[in-house]
């Protein structure tokens, strides 16, 4: 068992799970939203949150079914202790590859908008750095930390939207189907596995005391994330119109630069962008934490924390190996969401060995 | 000296030779010389023989049952023997603070006694009166009357002593020579008489202490202005005084192999946890130290994670303050020789507050808590912020403003952040002699430094006029934070921020900020998160920023988990027509 890492209320859960997914709403997520829906990117939106909450049903069954324990154990239990490792490991391979395309996209992120002439390097080993301290110091730490930034996150992120509303030209939203019905929802059923973040519950299954917390902590997590990607869709393509929005790599930041309060408040982008690194470090710990955390497991290691220093040294060449920004982005919509619903089957996979073995829930304490 | 003999000490060869003066001795050599040895040997043999007199004693008194051994010691019969080792013990007669005085009590036939007390730290009145007075001279009466005269010598007791002959509230038997010392080193009198083992000790402490002052660190303009002292019961008085409560408790440890400090552990039955009580008095316990001479020492001991930049428990002057957190559940810890409290547990939010938050109107109370949060935020981020500003986010300021920067930097030769830098250092600099003059002319002379020195930096053109506005706003700032230690933990995470904002601007910034923050949040004091109420949410976020009104503190805190969490009614103000109605079970109905 590792080290006693605390406990995470619904409250931290929900945070924790809305932060990771929210974050993503800073990257180009939201032009990949416009693209498939064009005017109706909202409606995308919609449709990827019922499909992401739908998603996670089988991994609510599963922490219900095996409550107060992480993934490792979990998959052991379901699928013994053959198979059950090597899915964990599946699942830990995947959250490895999410936070490396986050921190190469983040990077790219913040050297196109703010820090022009500064190379790569030193912003991932910034923002490793900080992962790493922050995963060093442990779930609650992160829990609590995130709980703090939060409002600070989603208060940026609101006054952007807000102060881009008087610019915002209903007009655009239409027409109200977009490019139609069909592909609004294939494509929002796609961009469902944007809420496959949200398999970290599983793999912090062990700190929730009441498996009703980490139900609510997805579901709830998921909804919010979707209503915050529905409003950033709706003025996205309100200001910008679908065509312009659906090749903007960094909607929120154009919607920043847009902002004029007055003559001394001007360009005031680099300043909510702190808000965004904010989001952008919880997004890369708790992945990290996530990672390290599953992967030990897998590899049957009794403590994560050694295993941590050698993944964040790995993580930065890895990040490093995509040639340019676009080939992160094909990564990242072509590889990375696909295989998400792939890492969202195995915890039905598990819930599915779990029910043919009868193991955990009631048959187990009995 | 001429000048020859001068020169020719110079030119002397064995000026060269091994300097003579004095030495502890080099690397290598034994510490203690022959006669300390000698020394240190006696000592282990008085122990050993004392221990040796006491396990004999320990054998013949256990077949008498529980009470016989309690009362067995080392004492020997002869006052003489009794005498000779006490003054081994205290090696006298080099050591001229123990007092013996030697004298015979007035029995029929009279006693040979000795009055041993250590001199400056006992009240000599109370000897003469209350000691030997009786003792010389009221005794004879007693064997005029009673069964004691009648029996002659042998009716001579310490007990007879203690019961008839000593007026004093607070005297004890001691049996052995390790006890005897103790109370002759808290300012005892220490009885010893011929013929018995037993020794009296009585109450005499007059330690030299000052009287009740001002607080220094907590001074408010509404409410209480009395501070506690270096006298450990004289605060121990100014807390009861406000807490008239049976189930107030004051605990006593010993702490030091040397100095054995008191230390008063105060709570309130029935509402601190018994968890959090046994775990204060286990940390405090458990150190094995020479010497503990101050409530911020021994706080270093017992806190949970001493490479904090900032406290893990509160270290308060104000008694009021600390009958406050004795009331919703804290444990107050009070240290001989010191004038402060140590309140346990605490979180970070406790630490932005004061006592006069209470007493103003709870309007102001809170706009009080808002400027220190903001003081606190510029004290923390002014100069991370202004340097990333000018060094990488140009387009935030409007242009003309920028153009003034830019002018007025442009005949500084140094970068932005040395000049920063530098500025700070002569800041802390002009608050650290101001610290250390005479309070008199501390202030004038910080000021004059200030004033001038900027006026003559700006003017010689090392540092631009906008520098000494950010380093003058950041130092006002830092001193709005009410507490010193968080003061010092900001100046210290203040040099952190501005190292990352000056390599990465914001991001820089942003990274340093939430380290900071996941710092924090990983802090526990005595079990309790450091971010708590807020991170983790514990029941109603109350009292943390905002004051609320007094009428509506219902509850204590709720990360104090006490038993007892209601520490006022719900309806508070019932003669107010506005107040809600009481529910029905209030009224019993």
Same mark, same amino acid.
């Given at each position: 068992?590792?080290?006693?890492?605390?406990?995470?209320?619904?409250?931290?859960?929900?945070? $924790?799970?809305?932060?990771?997914?929210?974050?993503?709403?800073? $990257?180009?997520?939201?032009?990949?939203?416009?693209?498939?829906?064009?005017?109706?990117?909202?409606?995308?939106?919609?449709?990827?949150?019922?499909?992401?909450?739908?998603?996670?049903?089988?991994?609510?069954?599963?922490?219900?079914?095996?409550?107060?324990?992480?993934?490792?154990?979990?998959?052991?239990?379901?699928?013994?202790?053959?198979?059950?490792?090597?899915?964990?490991?599946?699942?830990?391979? =995947?959250?490895?590859?999410?936070?490396?395309?986050?921190?190469?996209?983040?990077?790219?992120?913040?050297?196109?908008?703010?820090?022009?002439?500064?190379?790569?390097?030193?912003?991932?080993?910034?923002?490793?750095?900080?992962?790493?301290?922050?995963?060093?110091?442990?779930?609650?730490?992160?829990?609590?930390?995130?709980?703090?930034?939060?409002?600070?996150?989603?208060?940026?992120?609101?006054?952007?939207?807000?102060?881009?509303?008087?610019?915002?030209?209903?007009?655009?939203?239409?027409?109200?189907?977009?490019?139609?019905?069909?592909?609004?929802?294939?494509?929002?059923?796609?961009?469902?596995?944007?809420?496959?973040?949200?398999?970290?519950?599983?793999?912090?299954?062990?700190?929730?005391?009441?498996?009703?917390?980490?139900?609510?902590?997805?579901?709830?997590?998921?909804?919010?994330?979707?209503?915050?990607?529905?409003?950033?869709?709706?003025?996205?393509?309100?200001?910008?119109?679908?065509?312009?929005?659906?090749?903007?790599?960094?909607?929120?930041?154009?919607?920043?630069?847009?902002?004029?309060?007055?003559?001394?408040?001007?360009?005031?982008?680099?300043?909510?962008?702190?808000?965004?690194?904010?989001?952008?470090?919880?997004?890369?710990?708790?992945?990290?934490?996530?990672?390290?955390?599953?992967?030990?497991?897998?590899?049957?290691?009794?403590?994560?924390?050694?295993?941590?220093?050698?993944?964040?040294?790995?993580?930065?060449?890895?990040?490093?190996?995509?040639?340019?920004?676009?080939?992160?982005?094909?990564?990242?919509?072509? =590889?990375?969401?696909?295989?998400?619903?792939?890492?969202?089957?195995?915890?039905?996979?598990?819930?599915?060995?779990?029910?043919?073995?009868?193991?955990?829930?009631?048959?187990?304490?009995? | 000296?001429?000048?020859?003999?001068?020169?020719?000490?110079?030119?002397?060869?064995?000026?060269?030779?091994?300097?003579?003066?004095?030495?502890?001795?080099? !690397?290598?050599?034994?510490?203690?010389?022959?006669?300390?040895?000698?020394?240190?040997?006696?000592?282990?043999?008085? !122990?050993?023989?004392?221990?040796?007199?006491?396990?004999?004693?320990?054998?013949?008194?256990?077949?008498?049952?529980?009470? +016989?051994?309690?009362?067995?010691?080392?004492?020997?019969?002869?006052?003489?023997?009794?005498?000779?080792?006490?003054?081994?013990?205290?090696?006298?007669?080099?050591?001229?603070?123990?007092?013996?005085?030697?004298?015979?009590?007035?029995?029929?036939?009279?006693?040979?006694?000795?009055?041993?007390?250590?001199?400056?730290?006992?009240?000599?009145?109370?000897?003469?009166?209350?000691?030997?007075?009786?003792?010389?001279?009221?005794?004879?009466?007693?064997?005029?009357?009673?069964?004691?005269?009648?029996?002659?010598?042998?009716?001579?007791?310490?007990?007879?002593?203690?019961?008839?002959?000593?007026?004093?509230?607070?005297?004890?038997?001691?049996?052995?020579?390790?006890?005897?010392?103790?109370?002759?080193?808290?300012?005892?009198?220490?009885?010893?008489?011929?013929?018995?083992?037993?020794?009296?000790?009585?109450?005499?402490?007059?330690?030299?202490?000052?009287?009740?002052?001002?607080?220094?660190?907590?001074? %408010?303009?509404?409410?209480?202005?009395?501070?506690?002292?270096?006298?450990? !019961?004289?605060?121990?008085?100014?807390?009861?005084?406000?807490?008239?409560?049976?189930?107030?408790?004051?605990?006593?440890?010993?702490?030091?192999?040397?100095?054995?400090?008191?230390?008063?552990?105060?709570?309130?039955?029935?509402?601190?946890?018994?968890?959090?009580?046994?775990?204060?008095? !286990?940390?405090?316990?458990?150190?094995? @130290?020479?010497?503990?001479?101050?409530?911020?020492?021994?706080?270093?001991?017992?806190?949970?994670?001493?490479?904090?930049?900032?406290?893990?428990?509160?270290?308060?002057?104000?008694?009021?303050?600390?009958? +406050?957190?004795?009331?919703?559940?804290?444990?107050?810890?009070?240290?001989?020789?010191?004038?402060?409290?140590?309140?346990?547990?605490?979180?970070?939010?406790?630490?932005?507050?004061?006592?006069?938050?209470?007493?103003?109107?709870?309007?102001?109370?809170?706009? *009080?808590?808002?400027?220190?949060?903001?003081?606190?935020?510029?004290?923390?981020?002014?100069?991370?912020?202004?340097?990333?500003?000018?060094?990488?986010?140009?387009?935030?300021?409007?242009?003309?403003?920028? *153009?003034?920067?830019?002018?007025?930097?442009?005949?500084?030769?140094?970068?932005?952040?040395?000049?920063?830098?530098?500025?700070?250092?002569? /800041?802390?600099?002009?608050?650290?002699?101001?610290?250390?003059?005479?309070?008199?002319?501390?202030?004038?002379?910080?000021?004059?430094?200030?004033?001038?020195?900027?006026?003559?930096?700006?003017?010689?053109?090392?540092?631009?006029?906008?520098?000494?506005?950010? @380093?003058?706003?950041?130092?006002?700032?830092?001193?709005?934070?009410?507490?010193?230690?968080?003061?010092?933990? %900001?100046?210290?995470?203040?040099? /952190? *921020?501005?190292?990352?904002?000056?390599?990465?601007?914001?991001?820089?910034?942003?990274?340093?900020?939430?380290?900071?923050?996941?710092?924090?949040? +990983?802090?526990?004091?005595?079990?309790?998160?450091?971010?708590?109420? %807020?991170?983790?949410?514990?029941?109603? @976020?109350?009292?943390?920023?905002?004051?609320?009104?007094?009428?509506?503190?219902?509850?204590?805190?709720?990360?104090?988990?006490?038993?007892?969490?209601?520490?006022?009614?719900?309806?508070?103000?019932?003669?107010?027509?506005?107040?809600?109605?009481?529910?029905?079970?209030?009224?019993?109905?």
């Amino acid at each position: 068992m590792y080290q006693y890492e605390g406990h995470i209320s619904r409250r931290e859960g929900i945070t $924790l799970i809305f932060a990771v997914l929210s974050s993503m709403l800073f $990257l180009q997520y939201p032009q990949f939203l416009v693209e498939v829906g064009g005017p109706a990117g909202w409606q995308v939106a919609l449709v990827m949150t019922l499909g992401g909450m739908a998603t996670l049903l089988p991994v609510i069954a599963l922490i219900r079914r095996f409550p107060g324990r992480g993934l490792d154990q979990i998959s052991k239990a379901a699928a013994g202790v053959v198979l059950g490792p090597l899915l964990t490991l599946l699942i830990a391979t =995947w959250l490895l590859a999410s936070l490396v395309l986050s921190l190469r996209s983040f990077t790219e992120t913040f050297i196109v908008t703010i820090l022009p002439d500064t190379p790569p390097s030193p912003v991932m080993v910034m923002a490793v750095l900080c992962a790493l301290y922050a995963s060093y110091r442990g779930l609650e730490a992160i829990s609590r930390a995130t709980q703090i930034l939060l409002p600070l996150i989603a208060g940026g992120s609101l006054l952007v939207l807000l102060f881009s509303l008087p610019r915002v030209d209903t007009s655009l939203l239409f027409p109200f189907w977009g490019h139609g019905l069909i592909p609004t929802v294939t494509g929002g059923l796609y961009y469902a596995s944007m809420a496959a973040e949200a398999v970290v519950i599983l793999a912090f299954g062990y700190a929730f005391r009441d498996p009703n917390d980490a139900r609510s902590s997805g579901l709830v997590g998921t909804l919010l994330f979707g209503l915050g990607a529905t409003a950033v869709a709706v003025v996205l393509v309100g200001v910008f119109g679908a065509p312009t929005a659906s090749q903007n790599p960094f909607p929120l930041f154009n919607l920043a630069r847009l902002i004029y309060l007055g003559r001394f408040l001007q360009r005031m982008e680099s300043l909510i962008i702190m808000f965004w690194v904010f989001a952008a470090l919880v997004r890369l710990a708790v992945l990290m934490h996530a990672a390290t955390v599953t992967l030990g497991g897998a590899l049957g290691l009794p403590h994560y924390r050694p295993l941590l220093f050698s993944l964040s040294v790995m993580i930065i060449p890895l990040a490093l190996l995509p040639e340019d920004f676009l080939v992160t982005l094909r990564l990242d919509r072509d =590889w990375l969401r696909p295989l998400g619903f792939a890492v969202l089957l195995i915890p039905a996979l598990l819930w599915l060995l779990a029910v043919i073995r009868r193991k955990g829930g009631e048959t187990d304490a009995a | 000296m001429g000048l020859w003999q001068s020169l020719k000490r110079w030119l002397d060869p064995s000026s060269t030779a091994v300097d003579q003066s004095f030495s502890l001795g080099n !690397r290598g050599e034994k510490p203690a010389s022959e006669n300390q040895g000698t020394e240190m040997l006696a000592d282990a043999r008085l !122990r050993t023989e004392n221990v040796i007199i006491r396990i004999d004693r320990l054998m013949e008194a256990a077949p008498k049952g529980k009470e +016989a051994l309690e009362k067995t010691g080392d004492l020997s019969d002869d006052l003489e023997q009794n005498l000779k080792r006490l003054k081994e013990l205290f090696r006298l007669p080099e050591n001229k603070d123990l007092v013996i005085r030697e004298f015979q009590v007035a029995t029929q036939p009279p006693t040979p006694a000795a009055a041993c007390f250590m001199e400056g730290l006992t009240n000599t009145g109370i000897i003469n009166d209350h000691i030997m007075q009786p003792l010389m001279l009221l005794s004879h009466l007693d064997h005029h009357a009673g069964a004691a005269g009648e029996d002659g010598p042998s009716s001579f007791s310490p007990e007879m002593v203690l019961k008839r002959l000593l007026p004093g509230n607070q005297s004890t038997e001691k049996y052995d020579l390790a006890s005897m010392a103790d109370a002759l080193l808290s300012g005892d009198t220490v009885l010893l008489f011929a013929g018995s083992r037993v020794a009296i000790a009585v109450e005499t402490k007059s330690p030299p202490t000052r009287s009740v002052g001002k607080p220094e660190t907590e001074r %408010v303009i509404w409410g209480p202005h009395d501070a506690f002292t270096e006298a450990f !019961r004289v605060n121990v008085a100014l807390v009861r005084r406000r807490l008239k409560d049976p189930r107030v408790v004051t605990e006593v440890l010993t702490v030091g192999e040397i100095s054995k400090t008191y230390v008063g552990l105060m709570y309130i039955d029935t509402i601190a946890h018994p968890k959090l009580v046994a775990e204060v008095k !286990r940390r405090i316990e458990a150190i094995k @130290v020479d010497i503990v001479n101050s409530s911020s020492i021994l706080e270093q001991y017992i806190e949970d994670n001493p490479n904090s930049l900032l406290p893990g428990s509160l270290l308060t002057e104000r008694p009021d303050r600390t009958a +406050a957190y004795l009331s919703e559940g804290h444990v107050a810890i009070l240290t001989d020789t010191s004038p402060n409290a140590i309140i346990c547990p605490i979180t970070f939010w406790s630490l932005l507050q004061t006592s006069e938050d209470y007493y103003l109107r709870y309007p102001f109370g809170s706009v *009080l808590r808002w400027i220190r949060l903001m003081a606190t935020l510029i004290a923390l981020t002014l100069p991370a912020l202004y340097i990333a500003v000018i060094n990488y986010h140009q387009e935030m300021l409007p242009t003309e403003l920028m *153009l003034f920067i830019a002018s007025t930097r442009e005949q500084v030769p140094m970068p932005a952040v040395a000049e920063l830098l530098v500025m700070d250092v002569v /800041f802390e600099l002009i608050r650290e002699a101001g610290t250390r003059i005479p309070s008199v002319i501390g202030p004038t002379i910080g000021l004059v430094a200030s004033l001038v020195l900027g006026q003559a930096a700006v003017e010689a053109k090392i540092v631009s006029p906008i520098m000494i506005l950010i @380093v003058a706003i950041t130092g006002l700032a830092s001193f709005a934070i009410p507490n010193y230690l968080v003061g010092f933990g %900001v100046r210290v995470m203040r040099f /952190f *921020l501005l190292a990352l904002s000056t390599v990465l601007g914001f991001y820089g910034l942003a990274a340093g900020l939430f380290i900071l923050l996941i710092m924090l949040a +990983a802090e526990r004091s005595f079990g309790v998160p450091y971010l708590t109420p %807020v991170a983790p949410a514990r029941g109603k @976020v109350r009292d943390i920023l905002n004051r609320p009104p007094l009428y509506r503190m219902e509850e204590r805190p709720g990360y104090t988990r006490t038993s007892n969490q209601q520490r006022q009614e719900e309806i508070v103000r019932k003669w107010d027509p506005m107040a809600p109605a009481p529910t029905p079970d209030e009224n019993g109905g």
